[in-house]
């Protein structure tokens, strides 16, 4: 993952679309180096920080499946995480 665990902007990018393609970009060469060339994109879900002007910040998710694939993503994701942090 891009940047993980850093603060927003701390690469200096100003485009803000520049950023998050530059982590799609990202998170498609991990992809690849951990599934080969040999794979499909299943279902997707992206949350994304996003810090206004005045100082507010908030959270875009989107998640074009049925709710409880969803949350059953998202677990499993906290799951693998939680897996991580034990290591």
Known sequence: MASEGS?????????????????????????EADFGDE????RVITIVEVHEPDGKVGLRVRAGQLPWVT??????????VEAQLGQ
């Open 7 to 31: 603060d927003p902007g701390q690469r200096g990018e100003s485009d803000p679309r520049a950023r998050l393609m530059q982590e799609v970009a990202e998170q498609m060469d991990a992809i």
């Open 39 to 42: 794979y499909q994109i299943g």
């Open 71 to 80: 949350l059953g993503m998202l677990d499993f994701a906290r799951k693998s």
